[in-house]
């Protein structure tokens, strides 16, 4: 168990990269967002369907984390998606000096969109900025519905949250409205999509948030 000074000191180095990571972005025009969940909410299959969506019009790489195994980089590559593994080797969350090693070493060239698809988990991953626009949560519908106030942290500070496996509405227990009332309670501001990789609902509205994302992004570093 970390000390809370040790824990600061840590945050604090993690901060100084992300900083630096930021404006790596913000000079690339690159928008970057870090999909955290816990394991098997469906991050990876949720990219692989944005990749075959979007790989046409955008140039994307991501990132991704794991305890162990180079598994989802693999899947992600054969749905189109240029993507670097980070084994973590046991760390539950990923840090900005680990993704910026990873993206010097994928040479992924200029990118519209940087996924960063984070280690399964809910509670580690929301205290490390990455230099991203936002951080994006995923539920899914076989999780539970009452895992909002039960993870406080995560859902306050993610900018978009995504209930995925929607298709299971009808086989599982879970209340949508009462998810979706505690995401709203815990961070009023957030947008919330509804998706399925199995049938495809909420996809094209995943894809136009990302799109009018970045297009905001691009926007403002014109303006600046
Ligand atoms: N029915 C249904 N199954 C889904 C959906 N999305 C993902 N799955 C399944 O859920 C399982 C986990 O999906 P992944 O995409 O690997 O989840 P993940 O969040 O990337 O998992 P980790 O990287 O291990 O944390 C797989 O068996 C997927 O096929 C969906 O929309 N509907
Ligand atoms: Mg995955």
């Known amino acids: ?69 180079e598994r989802d980089a693999e899947r992600l590559r054969a749905a189109g998606l240029p993507s670097r593994q980070i084994v973590t080797g046991g760390s539950c969350h990923l840090e900005a000096r680990i993704v910026r090693d990873a993206l010097d070493a994928a040479r992924f060239g200029e990118l519209d969109v940087l996924f960063v698809e984070n280690v399964g988990n ?22 539970g519905d009452d895992k909002p106030f039960k993870y406080p942290g995560i859902f306050s500070k993610a900018a978009v949250a995504v209930i995925t ?11 949508v409205e009462r998810a979706e009332s505690e995401i709203r309670t815990l961070r009023p501001d957030v947008r919330i999509v509804r998706t399925s990789t199995a049938d495809g609902r909420g996809l094209d509205a995943w894809c136009d948030l990302l799109s009018s994302s970045l297009a905001e992004k691009r926007a403002a570093r014109a303006n600046a």
């Open 165 to 175: 496996k929607c298709d299971l509405l009808p086989h599982v227990r879970f209340d």
């Open 122 to 143: 809910l509670v580690c991953p929301a205290s490390f900025a990455l230099g991203e626009d936002f951080k994006i949560v995923l539920l899914s519908t076989t999780e």
């Open 1 to 69: 168990m970390l000390t809370t000074e040790a824990r600061q000191k840590i945050l604090a180095q993690n901060d100084a990269a992300a900083a630096e990571l930021r404006g790596r972005f913000a000079r690339a025009g690159t928008l970057v967002v870090d999909l955290i969940s816990s394991p098997g909410s469906g991050k990876t299959s949720l990219l692989e369907a944005t990749a075959r969506r979007l790989s046409k019009t955008l140039r994307l790489g991501c990132v991704v984390g794991d305890v162990a195994t």
